[in-house]
């Protein structure tokens, strides 16, 4: 049963435009929405990360948007560039540390 | 500061021997997570571990998978038998253990069974 729901699996947008991934869980004991950034060949790298008690938060051209009431949560990347080809992994945390990660979305930026 | 440092980076076995991947987490950090990425595919957790404890194995398979994070030295991840669709990336994260902290992975052991 995948806990964390990861939409799309893959998604090309053009420079300069906005990247958006979208999660959605259902469990209400989460409390911590963290995102990873992956490059080939390497591991996951975090990215930015929100708690439930906002709606938004932003670091630069990534914001995350969060609406407790839908249990959803997406990734904004805002004037994407082709360095921010990757694959992003959002997850759900609960009390006691366990992360469930999304499955991915693939990430391509044409320049 | 040393992140979390994982061992070997790409290891080759053949069918039925055996493969340990070891995993030092970042200095402070007491808690260790296992998971396995297939090509093209997402992070399947594994197995969750405290010094000399495991927190949960749910993620394990029940044969020839076991893992241990000692009281000194690095966690291990032991595969024994090794199998083809045992070829995967398999990264180590680890955390302060604290909740709601993240958790830093590793640069990942590409382990290939021929």
């Known amino acids: 049963q995948q806990q964390v729901k990861q939409s799309p699996q893959s998604l090309i947008v053009q420079k300069g435009g906005i990247s958006i991934i979208n999660c959605a869980y259902e469990n209400t004991a989460f409390d911590y929405f963290p995102w990873y950034q992956q490059f080939p060949g390497k591991g996951p790298a975090l990215l930015i990360a929100i708690r439930p008690d906002v709606s938004e938060k932003k670091e630069g051209r990534f914001t995350i948007s969060f609406n407790k009431s839908a249990k959803q949560f997406s990734l904004h990347i805002m004037d994407s560039q082709p360095g921010d080809s990757a694959t992003y992994f959002c997850a759900a945390v609960a009390t006691g540390n366990q992360f469930y990660f999304g499955t991915g979305t693939s990430l391509t930026v044409i320049p | 500061n040393a992140g979390v440092m994982q061992n070997p980076r790409h290891l080759v076995r053949r069918r039925g021997q055996e493969a340990r991947l070891r995993c030092s987490p970042m200095?402070?950090?007491?808690?260790v997570y296992w998971y396995r990425q297939l090509p093209e595919e997402g992070l399947k957790f594994m197995v969750y571990?405290?010094?000399?404890?495991?927190?949960?194995e749910s993620g394990m398979p029940k044969e020839r998978f076991s893992a241990e994070f000692p009281k000194e030295g690095p966690s291990i991840l032991r595969i024994q038998q090794v199998v083809r669709g045992d070829s995967a990336a398999y990264f180590c994260?680890?955390?302060?253990?604290?909740?709601?902290?993240?958790?830093?992975f590793g640069e990942g052991s590409w382990l290939t069974v021929v």
């Open positions: 994260a680890s955390s302060p253990g604290l909740s709601g902290n993240t958790i830093y």
């Open positions: 200095k402070g950090h007491s808690h």
């Open positions: 571990l405290q010094k000399e404890n495991i927190i949960d």
